[in-house]
RNA sequence: GCCCCUGUAGUUCAAUGGAUAGAAUAAAUCCCUCCUAAGGAUUAGAUACUGGUUCGACUCCAGUCGGGGGUACCA
């Protein structure tokens, strides 16, 4: 069945064409007051200009040629400024709800369909535990692999780290310096070290696996640390229900040569140029107001020639969409690898670079400054254990990733028994509860249902935000602003929390239980869709 | 200094340029002989400031003032 607001789109179209009047672009979305109707559009609005006309009248006109569905539609009218509202009939949405039930997963879009994507996040170095900062990345990095699944891609989940650098060689000093310390020799802790207490810990491990026989800089001071922490990321993020497809690191892009061949074709474009014994990247020739160091005198290579390399290298393995997802830290480094790939000729056109602000973390009323160097952080361990896991992704998730969030750690432990995803969970709890009573009825059981039964109004205004899901899941898909789930649910809960507070579902006639029935299950299939792209559970009791 | 985000109820956050700006908490008052009161109903409360664009602005533009992040031969 077709929505009915694109039946309308249509019909007013085509109204604009008979009319002769210039087309445009359609909008219908409802009303904040309801009295108007259902849906409305300031089409009539728009073309005040171009017509040189009243609005009321222009709306008159496109209303009067209009070919709409009647029995779908149960009144159309011009109001004030210019608006045209539809009153959509119960009809249409007890139609919806048949289709809810019958449709095999619902909300679902296939405009990513024999599409590929990848969507790399986290991708923290491994030189420390994942902190309540990694947490909004994971978690909004999940929620948006899994909005393109449902509409149709299928997508890698990819993390990539930096092996290869200054910070890793400090982390290897930090564990070295613990090592010597804890043996009682004399060590030396870098000036920038890891002070941790997990490298204290890493450092004891070291010694029980090979003992006091290592010497300074020795390779397996590193390797230890970066596989050991690098186990605890990975833990931490399967007690958020994280999985990650790829792991991709810096150092084969210098094994497989795209890194030289990176380097070598920037040279052949001339915007790459030594000076003070650094190699540079003329970013300066390509519009930018300063050029960038690539490789610094001691030879390093800086992180921006990795990054490009890896993502040439992402695009070169032709997914027709990639995501990144980077902290505010970032916003000014992806430009320039972005730069340096389009000089190069290659289109980054489907890379979508969201950014993240950051979460100021407060304790008792205070701001945290938090430092993984310095070991003063939170870790998103000590956070699930607080709250759970459902908790920490629905705080994640519930706001809009341009929004700087405050995060009291001591409000969330004290409210974690009132935290807003309780309610979407309680919801399904609560159908899951009427639907096992139901089971119990024999009477229920071979009956089949009628949807046309549901008039009450809060049924209805059910059943209309259950319309809507499909296109809640098409436009997080273009705004990647997975928040607009969380919005979207905690409305359905609302709605349908009012439903059973109004209306009894199991009553003494039957075929208005079945009708009822019916509309709790089209309800649990939108709750369960919805918690199911948020990664959140959803619990049969509470 | 320059660049990017941002400023909405006491607090934490919503709102494709549309009509009367929504929730959640915190405050006040009601509702369980009835499918789970982790719920429902009612009351009170907000667009930082000044201009501009528009039929119409929380939304777009300019400026002022505040918050966060960047501005590295750290990532």
């Known amino acids: 069945m077709m929505k009915i607001s694109s039946k309308l789109t249509q019909a007013l179209s085509k109204a604009l064409s008979s009319l002769k009047f210039p087309s445009k672009e359609i909008s219908l979305s409802p009303p904040n007051n309801s009295e108007f109707g259902d849906l409305s ?24 040629n209009l070919k709409i569905p009647k029995n779908l539609i149960d009144e159309v009218t011009v109001t004030k400024p210019g608006f ?47 902190t309540i900062g990694h947490g909004r990345n994971a978690v909004l990095g999940d929620c948006i692999a899994n909005i393109l699944e449902w509409n149709g891609y299928s997508v890698t989940r990819e993390y990539y780290y930096n092996d290869a650098g200054r910070q890793m060689r400090i982390l290897s000093q930090s564990v070295e310096a613990r090592y010597f310390e804890q043996l009682g020799k ?63 690191n810096e150092k084969t892009f210098y094994e497989t040569g795209e890194i030289d061949q990176l380097l070598a074709e920037l040279k052949n474009k001339d915007l790459i140029y030594e ?104 870790t998103l361990d000590e956070l699930v254990d607080e709250v759970g896991a459902d908790v920490v992704r629905y705080f994640f998730i519930m706001r809009g990733m341009n929004s700087h969030l405050n995060f009291d750690i001591d409000l969330a432990k004290d409210q974690s028994e ?50 809507k899901f499909p296109e809640i899941i098409k436009s997080v898909h273009n705004s990647l602003e997975p ?28 075929n208005l239980s079945m009708a009822r029935i019916a509309l709790v299950k089209g309800t649990k299939i939108v709750i369960n869709n919805g918690l199911e792209i948020l990664g959140i559970s959803a619990p049969e009791k509470m």
Not at 485 to 502: D, G, M, P, Q, V
């Open 418 to 467: 009132k935290n807003p995803v309780y309610y979407l969970q309680y919801a399904h709890a609560r159908i899951c509860n009427i639907l096992k009573h139901a089971d119990s009825k024999k009477e229920l059981t071979d009956l089949d249902y009628d949807t046309n039964l549901l008039n009450h109004s809060c049924e209805i205004e059910l059943i209309k935000n259950l319309e």
């Open 275 to 378: 000076k003070d014994g650094a190699t540079w990247f003329k970013s300066t020739a390509l519009g930018k107001e300063q050029d960038r160091v690539y490789i610094k005198k001691t030879g390093e290579p800086t992180y921006r020639v990795p990054d490009t390399a890896y993502h040439k290298n992402k695009i070169d393995r032709g997914y027709d969409l990639i995501v990144d997802i980077f902290g505010a830290d970032h916003m000014d480094t992806y430009p320039d690898v972005l730069l340096a790939l389009n000089a190069l000729g290659i289109s980054t056109d489907h890379i979508k670079v969201l950014l993240y602000q950051f979460v100021t973390l407060m304790r008792a009323g205070e701001k945290v400054k938090m430092s993984t160097r310095k070991a003063n952080f939170v």
């Open 483 to 510: 928040h607009i789930i969380s919005t979207y649910l905690h409305e359905t809960a609302n709605r349908f929390h009012k439903f059973y507070a109004e209306c009894h579902v199991l009553t003494e006639d039957t």
């Open 41 to 64: 559009t300031s089409l009539a609005l728009t073309l005040t200009k171009d017509l040189n006309q009243n609005p009321i009248e222009i709306a008159t006109m496109i209303v009067d």
């Open 84 to 130: 045209i509202n539809f009153k959509i009939s119960k009809k249409y949405y007890h139609e919806i709800l048949n289709e809810i039930l019958n449709v095999k997963k619902y909300g679902s879009g296939n405009s990513g369909k024999e599409k590929r994507a990848n969507v790399e996040f986290v991708s923290a170095n491994p030189t420390g535990p994942l």
């Open 186 to 248: 004399k060590f030396l802790f870098p000036e920038d070290g890891y002070q941790g207490t997990y490298i204290k810990n890493i450092a004891q491990s070291v010694i029980d696996k090979y003992g006091n026989k290592l010497k300074k800089d020795d390779a397996r001071f590193l390797s230890e640390a970066e596989q050991s922490i690098f186990n605890d990321i990975k833990k931490s993020l399967s007690t958020l229900n994280i999985i990650f497809d790829e792991f991709v």
